[in-house]
């Protein structure tokens, strides 16, 4: 049987607050999942536990600890909705019924709305601890997925969480959890490559293994010399993950003799100026590759990702790449946005010092999504934050097969019909929202249904033009509305033709 100190162990300082809700938490959970079992026979409170210990891993408050033990509750345990409340509060019920209904949406791998899902997620959520239990949840479930029966919708979970829930974890900077995702979900998605790319990297490994010991003892010895030992906190390497070197390798003709950074050196740092000192330390030591040397910490990557790279020729015919970095920059790369949102006096905000400015490169969504977070000053205040929706300028419509089409706000059935194809737009012959039919004008909402029926003989009035929004669907009701003035033009051209010559 698991325990609770599994779980606060993994913390940076738990209160004895902390620990008292996560233990209640815990046996709460363990009660609604009573005598449930996953597909792998084990009992289903295991999925909670880990669940729990993923989110201590990833550094969050112990609020979002709570709310992952017991995430299932609502939706496959025995709890109801206002029993967690009374338990836990508003707030934890907020975020259990977030990851309730995150669960719902289901991605069908359609190529053309990837990205429209990932803002949907993020739109769902409202909330980025939600999203991050979510991903929590999904970490488990992938890395338990072989225990699934049903094969196909074990590739669809993978293939998810490669195209969703990946990509999501590398916008907020969780980097080691992306990592941890695409290779759960890698072989199930392509089995072959998988194979392929693992017998590659093992034949590769063994070489690297011996020559990056050398490099190592020789960065050691030079930072002994040059008296510099206390500057540096640990030197380790970072073997690349299997799922990253296959889409390099996709990129290089899957030949491996052209990726040089299957294995690299790290030096975790004090300070950046001591980032800079190691690096002159290893150019003195080594020449460098031109064209290699990356300074993401004066320019940080999009998701916030700080850190010296280089690339030496070590003398013997052998090429490394080497990455220096402060601990806090480590801590980030690792962890992201995860390490940076703590509860503190009813206030969900961003407390972690270090160096604000980070946020300013993050994307403008992730920008926006934490401070939209740390702005407001009363609880009631921060729910009500919450509620409004995050992508304010879009709509998320479904077709009745689940696709999803994003939209700016304001648009119509008619804007609908002619994103999904000019064919269906120019044939319109009724609508349906929600299986009730709607007038041509009627405008659309966030998680609408919506049909399209469509007739040959169908073509658009010059009132659409009034009704239409979108740039695209003014465009092709335009052009076809000249189209037939044309026609009819013509029509009545030969007809008074004809009768005069008749
Ligand atoms: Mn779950």
């Not at 299957?262 to 001591?274: G, K, S």
């Not at 403008?364 to 995050?390: A, G, Y």
């Amino acid at each position: 049987m698991p325990s609770v100190k599994e779980i606060t162990i993994l913390m940076k300082v738990p209160t004895e607050e902390d620990t008292a809700i996560i233990t209640k938490a815990y046996y709460f959970a363990e009660q609604a999942h009573e005598g449930q079992k996953r597909l792998t026979g084990e009992p289903f409170f295991y999925h909670l536990f880990e669940t729990g210990k993923n989110l201590a891993v990833f550094g969050v408050d112990a609020r979002t600890i709570v709310a992952g033990l017991i995430h299932d509750t609502l939706e496959d345990g025995k709890a109801s909705a206002e029993e967690i409340e009374k338990q836990f509060g508003a707030e934890v019920l907020f975020l259990v019924e977030g990851v309730t209904k995150l669960g719902k949406l289901k991605y069908h791998g359609i190529e053309r709305h990837v990205e429209s899902l990932r803002k949907l997620f993020i739109a769902t959520a409202h909330d980025v601890r939600v999203i991050i239990i979510k991903l929590a949840d999904r970490l488990h479930n992938i890395q338990t997925l072989s225990g699934h029966t049903n094969h196909e919708k074990q590739k669809r979970i993978a293939l998810e969480t490669l195209e969703i829930y990946a990509p999501i974890a590398h916008r907020l900077g969780m980097g080691k959890l992306r990592g941890e995702l695409e290779d759960g979900a890698f072989p199930f998605v392509y089995p072959k490559e998988y194979e392929e790319v693992k017998t590659l990297l093992k034949q590769r490994s063994k070489v690297d293994e011996k020559y990056l010991n050398k490099v190592h003892r020789s960065i050691q010895k030079e930072i002994s010399k040059q008296n510099i030992r206390d500057k540096v906190i640990r030197t380790d390497r970072r073997i690349k993950r299997i799922y990253s070197l296959y889409k390099k390798l996709l990129r290089y003709d899957m030949d491996i003799e052209k990726i040089h950074d299957i294995v690299a050196l790290r030096v975790i740092v004090a300070t950046i100026e001591d980032c800079y000192r190691i690096l002159g330390v290893i150019h003195g030591m080594w020449r460098p590759l031109p064209g290699k040397i990356k300074d993401y910490i004066a320019v940080p990557k999009q998701n916030g990702y700080q850190s010296l790279h280089t690339t030496v020729f070590t003398g013997d015919g052998g090429m490394v790449e080497i990455q220096i970095r402060t601990e806090e920059m480590h801590n980030d790369a690792e962890y992201g946005v995860a390490a940076h949102v703590l509860y503190k006096d009813g206030l969900f905000t961003r407390i972690k010092g270090g160096n604000r400015n980070v946020f300013k490169k993050k994307p403008r969504w992730v920008t926006q999504l934490l401070e939209w977070q740390s702005k407001t000053s009363r609880p009631d205040e921060f729910i009500e934050t919450l509620r409004v929706d995050f992508f304010q300028d879009r709509v998320f419509v479904f077709t009745p097969k689940g696709d999803v089409v994003d939209l700016p706000d304001g648009s119509g059935v008619i804007d609908f019909a002619y994103a999904i194809h000019s064919d269906i737009g120019n044939h319109i012959s009724g609508v349906k929202v929600n299986d009730k039919f709607v007038s041509l004008d009627t405008k659309l909402r966030t998680d609408d249904i919506i049909e399209i029926e469509t007739k040959k003989t169908s073509r658009p009035t010059a009132k659409w033009l009034e009704y239409a929004k979108t740039t695209l669907a003014k465009r092709h009701i335009r052009s076809l509305l000249s189209e037939t003035d044309a026609q009819q033009e013509k029509k009545l051209f030969s007809r008074r033709f004809k009768r005069k010559n008749s």
